[in-house]
């Protein structure tokens, strides 16, 4: 077990009642409560502070399912538990890094024809 060192600090009154109460309910020590708590929030660094907004929809119960054993399998797999949440935030994250990417790529050169003039979409004027 790592070394442990006291932290004390002084913080307002119903901040405290809040977090007894909270420890309280997790069943843990307060030091435990605390642990878990601050090390969670340095977990998550830069995220911590963001704003959260929520997404939600119904999908059909069979790709629901799907998705269940897709995540039990992962964790057979990893030996770590991916969550619902954070799975389908990789999907969108993966999916809208695609669509940037291609947004992003040159959009293609004019292509020269087999008589070695550039073709033009559209209607050419003939001469």
């Known amino acids: 077990m790592e070394p442990t060192k006291n932290l004390c600090a002084q913080i307002p ?3 405290h009642a ?12 307060l030091s435990a ?15 911590s502070m963001e704003y959260t907004k929520t997404l939600a929809f119904q999908i059909p119960e069979e790709l629901f399912y799907r998705i269940k054993d897709h995540l039990a399998r ?3 797999r990893t ?11 990789g999907l969108i994250e993966r999916a809208l890094e ?4 291609q947004e992003a790529a040159p959009q293609d ?3 020269e024809g087999a008589d070695g003039q550039e073709e033009v ?3 050419a004027d003939l001469v």
């Open 79 to 89: 030996g770590k538990k991916l969550s619902q949440r954070d799975f389908v935030l």
């Open 18 to 29: 809040k977090v007894r109460e909270e420890q309280e309910r997790s069943g843990q020590p």
């Open 33 to 47: 409560y605390i642990t878990q708590v601050l090390t969670s929030y340095y977990e998550r660094g830069e995220k």
């Open 13 to 15: 009154v119903s901040l």
């Open 74 to 76: 992962e964790k057979e």
């Open 109 to 111: 050169e004019p292509q």
């Open 98 to 101: 695609e669509a940037e990417a």
């Open 121 to 123: 979409d559209g209607d």
